[in-house]
């Protein structure tokens, strides 16, 4: 299902506070996600019980759904980075000027953080 596609600023501070200044666990790695132009989105499995599950992805989910994002031309943080399998999005070289202009200002607002 998809858990998350477009988000704002605020939406993505909050859950970039998660595991640093607030309790819980990281799960963002920065506040300058493509989440925040509507070029990313969180694809999560369902578990037995038919809540998110975020920890636990059938290989398939690696094994089929990854590289079927790749071969469509979307890039997934888990495969460059080994970070984050549920994030899909839009490779950087793809990303219009506006958005790479957009994010290297939060770079600039936001030092330390994006």
Do not use: C
């Not at 089929?64 to 999005?89: F, M, N, Q």
Request: charged residues 20%; aromatic residues 10%; proline residues 11%.
């Amino acid at each position: 299902m998809i858990w998350d596609a477009g988000r704002p600023l605020e939406r993505q501070l909050d859950i970039y506070r998660r595991g640093r200044t607030e309790p819980g666990t990281v799960v963002t790695y920065t506040i300058s996600s493509y989440h925040l132009f509507g070029l990313a989105v969180d694809l999560v499995m369902r578990g037995p019980d038919g809540r998110p599950n975020f920890d636990n992805p059938p290989r398939w989910y690696y094994t089929e759904v990854l590289p079927l994002a790749a071969r469509h031309g979307l890039s997934s943080l888990y495969l460059t980075s080994g970070k984050d399998p549920p994030h899909i999005e839009v490779p950087n070289s793809e990303a219009p000027a506006a958005v790479v202009t957009a994010r290297a200002q939060l770079t600039r607002d936001f030092p330390g953080l994006a």
